[in-house]
């Protein structure tokens, strides 16, 4: 009676803490009070709408246009045009990776930041929206393609990135637009000309556009054993076509062509803001945020900064864009900076291995790193309580708590009870709050909270 | 599984589908790349116009008797599916097309 009494205590418990949990989930969608600006597309209309704005906005365009920033800001119409607009919407708007007018939103921001920024800085301030989204449904996925949890055996054998490539050719979308980039990369013209890079370069962007990333992040990101899979992970993006090229650049020469068109300037500082190495942070990476880096290393393939796998080594990833900081003069120092974010870069190394790996960060050290270990079978089994010796440590633990009380020859006819037990630790999570990494799985086994779990089991062990 | 084959047998005609390796298909290129191969299948009975009515009753009539003659529909591929890329196991990327049936019919 006791013991029945303390389940009812437990599942009020449980309740109680859910909803003081969930006011934090609600914060944790906003990440920090941070509000979506507009975009610019949206902030061109707003003022186009007002006269002065959209005066002073036309004279700002007719200032940079052909000019370099110095002149421009000597000719005192034009800097009174720029100290207006920074107070206006157009000042602060962003734009979306793939939106609608994507070019014309990236023309618009980069009409007014030119003027701001120095216009030579190292690392330019992104015109892209910052990815919000916690970690992650792609990692939790990655985990379970990785199948870490199978036969060890089985995954040694294994080519993960001949399955990433099998999981696309039976997506009818990405298939289709895979042959796209491949046919049209592979289609030798003449023999002086390997392919055509421009119509390739856009095929490959068609390709990262609009499959989804749980396709393409899987077929580049894919972690290796051995050479051959390392090297059809090199070849992804057909390198002899879109990558490599008759001469290799410099760096700095190859930064300023990126930079004369915003498409490859925007995906450039985009790279730089979401993969830039971070010294606070446990990952490397800005926010502990490795889907954001990859996210904008996969944006610059189909542009001239195209990164790629330098070769086909399993183990170690080195990426690198089409070029050497050879012929530098006295920008050496510069240039071997410029290249080391990406051939040296732990924040984009881990976020690559983290993800070939189906592994994910926990950044909170208070909190036991979630190692995704399930086999994609345990979809179909029922969780509960036969697959016991699959699940994870933690999720275990707590089955067994409850299993315990029931082997102790509980007569509880309340059996609803019971499971109420299993599915309210088991399912209920308590999202945002102070969990960055992914509480719940994909597969619809959520991940219990630890410090439910030391309520409960201090209750238990109270009780009898 | 008798019964099973002969329901498969007597369906209509139409598109089935199968995960195949490139190198099952026997087209000379060696990948172990997986693709959907479909393919088109399954009975024309309820197609079978005049004409076959009357090819058949020729045919028994021995009217017509030394060409080869098909006196019903069959259930053929209407249009194709453009084009599969696949990498080989010499990291040689190809695209073949036509490869996989996209409509069927009975034709």
Same mark, same amino acid.
């Given at each position: 009676?006791?013991?029945?009494? &303390? ?16 006011? !934090? ?28 704005? /959209? ?55 980069? +009409? ?33 393609? /990785? ?42 013209? +003449? ?74 300037? /925007? ?52 990426? !690198? ?37 189906? &592994?994910?960060?926990?950044? !909170? ?15 179909? &089994? ?20 409850? &299993? ?10 309340? /059996? ?24 719940? +799985? ?23 | 599984?008798?019964? %099973? ?60 008797? %030394? ?41």
């Amino acid at each position: 009676m006791i013991l029945a009494n &303390t389940f009812c205590i437990l599942f009020f418990l449980d309740e109680s803490l859910r909803s003081l949990a969930s006011p !934090s989930s609600l914060q944790g969608s906003e990440l920090h009070g941070w509000r979506p600006p507009v975009d610019c597309v949206r902030a061109n209309e707003l003022c186009a709408a007002e006269s002065n704005c /959209s005066s002073r906005y036309r004279t700002l365009r007719q200032c940079l246009a052909g000019r370099d920033r110095n002149t421009m800001l000597a000719n005192k119409e034009c800097q009174a045009a720029l100290e207006v607009l920074q107070e206006s919407p157009l000042y602060d708007c962003r734009c979306k990776r793939g939106m609608k007018k994507e070019l014309q939103c990236l023309q618009i921001y980069w +009409s007014i930041h030119l003027g701001l920024t120095e216009g030579e800085e190292f690392y330019e301030a992104s015109p892209y929206e910052p990815i919000t989204s916690r970690l992650s449904d792609i990692f939790r996925l990655a985990s379970i393609f /990785s199948g870490t949890g199978a036969d060890p055996a089985m995954s040694a054998k294994s080519n993960h990135c001949l399955d990433a490539a099998k999981a696309c050719n039976l997506n009818e979308n990405c298939k289709r637009l895979r042959s796209a980039y491949i046919s049209t990369c592979n289609r030798e013209i +003449s023999n002086f000309e390997r392919c055509n890079r421009r119509k390739c370069h856009k095929a490959l962007r068609q390709f990262f556009d609009r499959v989804p990333s749980e396709y393409t992040y899987r077929m580049l990101f894919c972690s290796c054993r051995d050479q051959a899979c390392a090297e059809r992970r090199r070849q992804t993006i057909l390198p002899s076509c879109s990558y490599e090229d008759k001469e290799k650049p410099n760096c700095l020469d190859l930064r300023n062509l990126c930079r004369g068109d915003h498409l490859c300037r /925007s995906r450039l500082a985009d790279f730089h803001a979401n993969c830039r190495v971070s010294y606070q942070t446990t990952t490397s990476c800005p926010s502990d945020n490795y889907q954001a880096c990859l996210g904008s290393y996969a944006g610059m393939i189909g542009f001239d900064m195209t990164p790629n796998y330098v070769d086909s080594n399993p183990t170690s990833i080195v990426v !690198s864009p089409w070029c050497s900081c050879r012929g530098s003069g006295n920008m050496e120092e510069e240039c071997e900076k410029f290249l080391k974010d990406f051939t040296e870069n732990p924040c984009l190394r881990n976020a690559i291995q983290a993800f070939g790996n189906g &592994t994910d960060v926990n950044v !909170s050290p208070k909190n036991p790193v979630f190692h995704a270990t399930q086999s994609p079978k345990m979809e179909k &089994t029922p969780s509960l309580p036969d697959d016991l010796s699959d699940s994870t440590s933690l999720g275990t633990s707590i089955i067994t708590t409850c &299993t315990s009380v029931q082997e102790q020859g509980l007569k509880l006819n309340k /059996s609803k009870e019971l499971s109420t037990c299993f599915t309210e630790l088991t399912t209920n999570v308590i999202p945002g709050s102070n969990f960055v990494g992914s509480p719940d +799985s994909v597969d619809g086994r959520p991940r219990p909270v630890i410090t439910l779990t030391a309520v409960t089991f201090l209750l238990l062990t109270l009780a009898l | 599984a008798r019964r %099973k084959r002969a329901r498969l047998r007597h369906q209509p005609c139409g598109l089935r589908e199968l995960e195949v390796s490139v190198s099952e298909l026997g087209l000379g290129y060696v990948s172990d790349e997986t693709i959907l191969f479909r393919y088109c299948s399954g009975t024309c009975e309820a197609a079978a116009r005049i004409y076959d009515l009357g090819l058949r009753r020729l045919r028994q009539q021995r009217r017509v008797r %030394k060409e080869k003659v098909r006196a019903r529909p069959c259930c053929r591929p209407l249009a194709y599916e453009e084009e599969v890329s696949f990498l080989d196991s010499r990291n040689r990327y190809h695209t073949v097309s036509e490869l996989s049936a996209k409509e069927c019919g009975c034709v």
